[in-house]
């Protein structure tokens, strides 16, 4: 075991790796300023824990970060465990805070609820969310920002990397089977990417702002709709605000952000053709519609028959399962068994990759419908010679293979967690949509964990499981679990010469 293990070890570039963590914690300490500003205006003497946190994230991470690089290249294994680890990390420190200020006295439950905002899952532990001080309240919501379009994709935005070689931390963190460059150096495209998003959530913060919610809770609500997080900051979540503009508003938001932003550059060059021929954008839309069409006359009923109330809840709703954000405005937990169906099986699908949102990913979905299509064909035809094309390229081979891996490994772990979580013995609504929430960084589930309820009742193993899953869930699988995969590959390799 421990000539695996040691094996393992050797077979990644540590010192790149070190070096990644170490701006990761050095940008994380730079970000907690902000909640740490925001409690000096309000004076509730929280300062203290952020200042704590911003030390050892500094001195923990200044050393890291000059560590030298002996090579001034690195691999794709190398850039997924710089992910996954620096993922991990950034959750443990950045949770810090809540038990400095014991809001949250449980370091598992700090975990849990920074997981849950830097993934963009939106579930929470908090019993009394209105209890929070405003620095932890902004700090929740401002972790879906930060991981909504993906820390390492900042840090490669403001800092030269050495080559392209980069593109396997961007290709590691950000969502969908395929991430491409917008520009050929990959440091501006990871610019333009961060520069359109900061761009749109200015644009909703003065939207919200016109609609007479306070700048505090406008900055909060923009910082989860951008991310496509959910976390609020009210108990009851946009159902406090009770109106129809801010709902309508945050809906739009909300599938915006669910959309591949490589679309809004291609909008900025005014090359609309190719936002036109983007099948997943059309597939999305229609989803959406159906969905919303769906649940209104489910619903209708509940409304005492008004059309527009049904359409105004269920239209949020989808916009907000399907964009995996998880915003509620309604107790979507009372409504029929039908159209909570459909929210579960949105959850499951999400949105467009290289957006914010989780989900496995309309454009995955797409390809695996065609590949589908593709075998029954040659099943009738066998001589017929076809290839699966998306926008009318032809897709991969190699693309479609990994597609079906990652489909299996999803399956593969979502059954586990399942078994573990079953252990706490809750319902079988409760048990399955948590875990269906977590891993698909979606937020509330149904049952116990619904839209008006929290994961406090949850245990602790629990709680680490479904961490994992929400860290899964945002990094796709790979990067968590590829550290492990060599260490069975060398048992296996060293078992056989022996």
Request: hydrophobic letters at 60%; proline letters at 1%.
């Given at each position: 075991m421990m000539y695996s293990l040691n094996r393992t070890l050797q077979t990644?570039?540590?010192?790149?790796?070190?070096?990644?963590?170490?701006?990761?914690?050095?940008?994380?300490?730079?970000?907690?300023?902000?909640?740490?500003?925001?409690?000096?205006?309000?004076?509730?003497?929280?300062?203290?824990?952020?200042?704590?946190?911003?030390?050892?994230?500094?001195?923990?991470g200044f050393p890291l970060s000059r560590m030298k690089e002996k090579h001034k290249s690195y691999f794709a294994k190398d850039g997924f465990v710089a992910v996954g680890l620096s993922w991990a990390i950034l959750s443990f420190f950045g949770g810090l805070p809540f038990f400095f200020t014991q809001e949250i006295p449980s370091l598992v439950d700090c975990f849990f609820e920074t997981v849950s905002g830097f993934t963009t899952t939106g579930s929470s532990i908090l019993t009394d969310v209105e209890a929070l001080s405003q620095a932890s309240l902004l700090w929740r919501s401002f972790t879906h920002w930060v991981g909504g379009m993906g820390v390492l994709v900042f840090i490669l935005a403001i800092i030269p990397r050495s080559n392209d070689r980069t593109m396997h931390i961007m290709r590691a963190e950000a969502p969908g089977p395929v991430i491409g460059?917008?520009?050929?150096r990959l440091k501006d495209s990871a610019a333009i990417l961060y520069k359109i998003y900061f761009v749109l959530t200015i644009i909703m913060i003065l939207f919200l702002l016109a609609g007479g919610m306070p700048l505090f809770d406008s900055l909060c609500t923009a910082f989860g709709t951008a991310g496509t997080g959910g976390f609020s900051i009210k108990n009851v979540g946009?159902?406090?605000?009770?109106?129809?503009?801010?709902?309508?508003?945050?809906?739009?938001?909300?599938?915006?952000?669910?959309?591949?932003?490589?679309?809004?550059?291609?909008?900025?060059?005014?090359?609309?053709?190719?936002?036109?021929?983007?099948?997943?954008?059309?597939?999305?839309?229609?989803?959406?519609?159906?969905?919303?069409?769906?649940?209104?006359?489910?619903?209708?009923?509940?409304?005492?028959?008004?059309?527009?109330?049904?359409?105004?809840?269920?239209?949020?709703?989808?916009a907000s399962i399907i964009s995996t954000t998880g915003f509620s405005s309604t107790d979507f937990n009372l409504w029929p068994q039908f159209s909570k169906m459909v929210l579960l099986l949105l959850m499951i699908i999400g949105a467009c990759a290289g957006s914010t949102a989780g989900g496995i990913k309309v454009s995955r979905f797409l390809i695996l419908l065609k590949k589908t299509k593709l075998d029954i064909q040659k099943l009738l035809h066998p001589q017929k010679v076809e290839a699966i094309t998306m926008d009318q390229k032809i897709v991969d081979e190699q693309v479609v293979h990994q597609i079906l891996s990652y489909f299996f490994c999803f399956m593969l772990i979502l059954g586990s967690i399942l078994l573990i979580v079953s252990l706490d013995d809750f319902d079988l609504e409760t048990t399955l949509s948590a875990c269906f929430t977590c891993i698909g960084n979606v937020g509330p589930g149904l049952g116990m964990a619904g839209p008006l309820s929290n994961f406090s009742m949850f245990s602790d193993l629990s709680k680490i499981v479904l961490s994992f899953a929400m860290l899964i869930g945002r990094l796709e699988i790979y990067p968590i679990i590829i550290f492990i995969v060599p260490l069975f590959a060398t048992r296996k390799t060293k078992r056989h010469r022996d």
């Open positions: 990644f570039n540590w010192r790149v790796i070190f070096n990644i963590i170490g701006h990761v914690l050095m940008i994380e300490g730079c970000l907690l300023l902000f909640p740490l500003i925001v409690d000096l205006i309000y004076s509730q003497h929280v300062w203290d824990a952020y200042l704590k946190t911003i030390v050892i994230c500094l001195v923990i460059k917008l520009v050929p946009m159902a406090y605000y009770n109106s129809v503009y801010l709902e309508m508003v945050v809906t739009f938001f909300m599938l915006l952000f669910g959309i591949n932003f490589n679309l809004f550059y291609f909008l900025l060059i005014k090359n609309v053709k190719a936002v036109w021929k983007n099948e997943e954008l059309r597939t999305y839309l229609i989803i959406v519609a159906f969905s919303i069409l769906m649940i209104m006359c489910n619903i209708v009923h509940l409304y005492d028959n008004s059309w527009f109330e049904a359409f105004r809840y269920a239209s949020f709703q989808v």
